[in-house]
């Protein structure tokens, strides 16, 4: 379990994503796909296969919301995913130095600050970022993804016998990234 310090910086990194993330957002539809999975979202409509029905879904509520341009409503939600994939991050790389040195099971300082760097360093670099100021799939995607690998990772550390509930959250949260875009589950 994470400690409160440690839950804190988390949420801060998630903020601190979502702020730029907003703050840098396309007042409009803008390249690529974003005016199509807009429109789709936004009327329940059907866009280029996969489909994204689950993206579509989210983006028909976010797009109810009575605030802003409907692309911004729908990227906004784009970058809450975004903020969320920074908190799973900044998680499963703490984690996984930790587990790293098995003779300090326990996150140190300077595993803290290597994952905080980790996790601004991929929030914020150009391929992350570009997804999450515009109506795209892919931020949604990315924290499903670490949602499941996060679960999978706080299961193997957790004491023999295991949880049982933990491989029913993992399929879960694959099977809503399968039901987001099929094809990078499997990437």
């Known amino acids: 379990s994470l400690t409160p310090t440690d839950r804190g910086v988390r949420l801060a990194l998630a903020l601190a994503a979502f702020a730029a993330y907003v703050a840098t957002a396309a ?56 903020a969320w994939a920074a908190a799973l ?13 098995p003779a300090s099971p326990t996150p140190s300082p300077r595993h803290r600050v290597a994952a905080a760097v980790v996790t601004l360093a991929t929030a914020l670099a150009a391929p992350m970022w570009l997804q999450a100021v515009r109506p795209e799939v892919y931020t949604l995607q990315v924290a499903l993804t670490l949602a499941a690998t996060v679960q999978a990772v706080r299961w193997l550390a957790s004491p023999l016998p295991r949880p049982n509930a933990a491989p029913l959250k993992i399929a879960l949260l694959v099977g809503l990234a399968a039901a987001n875009h099929h094809l990078l589950i499997v990437f």
């Open 27 to 82: 007042p409009g539809p803008s390249w690529l796909d974003s005016g199509e999975l807009a429109a789709a979202g936004a009327t329940l409509g059907v866009a280029h296969p996969p489909g994204h029905p689950l993206w579509t879904l989210l983006a028909w509520a976010a797009a109810q919301l009575p605030a802003g341009s409907l692309a911004f409503r729908i990227t906004v939600l784009g970058a809450g995913f975004g």
């Open 89 to 101: 991050l900044y998680e499963l790389a703490l984690r996984t130095a930790a587990m790293a040195e």
